[in-house]
């Protein structure tokens, strides 16, 4: 894939807690919204924090050219992050990384499975593929689930399970999964690495082909730090630059 990227001082135009200590934020810039594909993702530059973090995309408008993420307060640059008021500038570097294949066979039904914020990763994906599927999300308690109205409107089947049994199903999403995934199936997973591991031993088990977007600790985006390399078949790839997304039946999961 051919990538052009932008690094752009650009303007907080929202930034609003979703729920718990889930916030989105935009900016502007009709260059990263227009070259954005589902699975890519951002280096956000903060006053006051040395290394940047890596957002998935969330959206990207084309027409008005505005990007969104979504992200979790876990740390300094997130609660940082937090507290910028519209009007905050921020540096962004992307879009960045591989995204998702987004060719479906007629015949075959896409499959998305999110945990946590990944599932933003996976919002991007089910407004960019051709024809909705079915959705299995899964947090600990209902009072984390983000975006269902969002997926509701472009017409995905929702499954939702919680640990906690708060809404839908008691248990792992991965449980529900396994239950219910038919084999005329491409999934699609971003998530805790847990999550993805067991849903990739599920594929393997039902022939089912898919991708993982993965998420790993970034410092620089562009593969020249080499500090987010992970085990693809017998080699090593760098996430940041040769992913984020691979075939889920060529990640080697500890």
């Given at each position: 894939m051919d990538i052009k990227r932008w690094d752009y001082q650009l303007e907080i135009t929202?930034?609003?807690n979703?729920?718990?200590?889930f916030y989105k934020f935009s900016v502007v810039s009709k260059e990263i919204a227009s070259a954005a594909c589902a699975g890519q993702f951002c280096?956000?530059?903060?006053?006051?924090v040395f290394l940047r973090r890596p957002l998935s995309i969330y959206s990207a408008d084309k027409k008005a050219g505005t990007v969104s993420f979504l992200y979790k307060v876990v740390g300094k640059g997130t609660d940082i992050l937090a507290n910028l008021p519209v009007g905050s500038f921020v540096k962004v570097l992307g879009p960045l990384g591989q995204g998702y294949p987004l060719d479906i066979k007629d015949n075959v039904e896409p499959v998305l499975v999110a945990g946590g914020t990944g599932?933003?990763?996976?919002?991007?994906?089910?407004?960019?593929?051709s024809k909705p599927g079915s959705l299995y999300y899964g947090v600990r308690?209902?009072?984390?689930?983000m975006c269902l109205t969002e997926f509701e409107k472009m017409g995905w089947k929702i499954n939702i399970s919680t640990e906690d049994g708060s809404y839908g199903y008691k248990g792992f999403v991965t449980d529900l999964?396994?239950?219910?995934?038919?084999q005329n199936s491409v999934i699609y997973v971003c998530g805790p690495t847990p999550m993805m591991k067991k849903v990739a031993e599920i594929a393997?088990?039902?022939?089912i082909s898919g991708y993982a977007s993965l998420e790993q600790k970034m410092a620089c985006g562009v593969g020249n730090c080499q500090g987010c390399a992970v085990k693809i078949k017998n080699s090593y790839k760098m996430a940041c630059k040769d992913g984020p997304v691979f075939s889920i039946a060529d990640?080697?999961?500890e």
């Open positions: 929202e930034n609003k979703i729920c718990l200590n280096m956000i530059g903060l006053d006051k599932v933003a990763s996976i919002h991007f994906l089910a407004s960019s593929l308690k209902k009072e984390e689930l999964l396994a239950k219910q995934v038919q393997k088990d039902k022939n990640i080697l999961f």
